[in-house]
């Protein structure tokens, strides 16, 4: 297993490739363009009126967008997540931190990921590799990643493909379900499963629904590739070979939400994965989303400023209302369930 050092470094080389690099997919999109909102002319709603709010999880929040887990585990992380939870403090959204792994190896680096004092409000996620669970991690590890941050729940994150394409990855993956519900069982918060890009099928949605988890997020292709982010960072032409061979791996964004649904029509489900839009945002409602995570877009803006990625998230919701409008949804219940959408 790699050390905590090597860890951050790969922290800093993924935060700077996603800055600097184009690591979207090249021939896959998310399959939202696939659908369409179909408009209303009159929609009989007062536009101030509509309703973007949900509970989830105990916490109000005033929109259903998540700023997806990104970065952690490096000092160069550490301005980027405080901007970002100002943001969505101000915005009143839910955040997720990056793997946490880094700061339970070296607790130094725990600052890199602390937001609480910056967002007192907000529903706040978690973030494990599930893989640790095969390489030693248990439910103490699991535990101190929710009390380092004050988490309102946890994360397990599913990257078997970056982890098959990365050097050194961690590739023995059996067993791996037995011990998230095992997690599910014992830990006090609930506990979450989210692919980083690759999509969740219908399959793995049941199983994870079987094991326990309290909520799936399907992160779909057709955002960031990460089999794409490993390939500019291979350290030689053979796993670079690998790494590019799976730059378009992946289940798209709203097919796998749909999957997941069948799988799992009561349980939360969070879209993400190319979402770039309010439009889009709005598709993923009411093709059955709770929640609407975005990385790239606002990992972007808040390398700028904390005002910056607030008022790209103002923009989005303002986007999400004007969809909802336009489709005659007064609140995020009528657009979950809206006749208004139909495939091209």
């Not at 700077?16 to 209303?40: C, M, P």
């Not at 400023?305 to 008022?311: G, K, N, V, Y």
């Amino acid at each position: 297993m790699p050390d905590e050092t090597v860890v951050s470094n790969r922290k800093v080389e993924h935060l700077r490739i996603n800055l600097e690099e184009n690591v979207q997919f090249f021939d896959v999109s998310t399959g939202l363009e696939k659908y369409r909102l179909v408009h209303q002319a009159l929609p009989e709603l007062d536009l101030d009126a509509i309703d973007t709010s949900l509970t989830l999880f105990g916490k109000v929040l005033r929109a259903p967008l998540l700023v997806s887990s990104m970065t952690g585990g490096a000092h160069e992380a550490e301005r980027i997540n405080r901007n970002l939870a100002q943001a969505a403090q101000a915005t009143g959204i839910a955040m997720g931190l990056g793997s946490q792994r880094a700061a339970i190896a070296d607790p130094a680096l725990a600052r890199t990921y602390r937001v609480r004092d910056l967002a007192p409000d907000i529903l706040l996620f978690a973030n494990l590799g599930a893989i640790q669970l095969n390489y030693g991690y248990g439910i103490d590890e699991c535990q101190r990643a929710v009390d380092m941050i004050q988490a309102d729940a946890l994360i397990l994150h599913l990257n078997p493909m970056q982890e098959a394409v990365q050097n050194h990855g961690n590739i023995n993956w059996s067993g791996v379900l037995n011990k998230i519900e095992h997690v599910c069982r014992a830990l006090q918060v609930p506990v979450l499963v989210k692919e980083v890009g690759f999509g969740i099928s219908e399959k793995t949605a049941r199983q994870l629904v079987n094991a326990g988890v309290c909520a799936i997020d399907v992160a779909g292709a057709g955002g960031t590739s990460w089999a794409a982010v490993e390939a500019k960072r291979a350290p030689n032409a053979e796993l670079q070979q690998l790494a590019a061979a799976f730059w378009d791996w992946g289940i798209p964004t709203a097919e796998s939400l749909i999957q997941a649904r069948k799988a799992a029509p009561d349980l939360p489900l969070f879209a993400s994965g190319g979402i770039r839009n309010g439009i889009e945002i709005a598709k993923c409602i009411a093709l059955g989303a709770s929640l609407v995570g975005l990385a790239s877009p606002l990992l972007k803006l808040a390398n700028v400023s904390a005002e910056s990625a607030t008022d790209g998230i103002f923009a989005l919701v303002k986007q999400l209302r004007v969809a909802m409008f336009g489709v005659g949804a007064a609140n995020l219940e009528q657009l979950r369930t809206t006749p208004h959408l139909e495939k091209i």
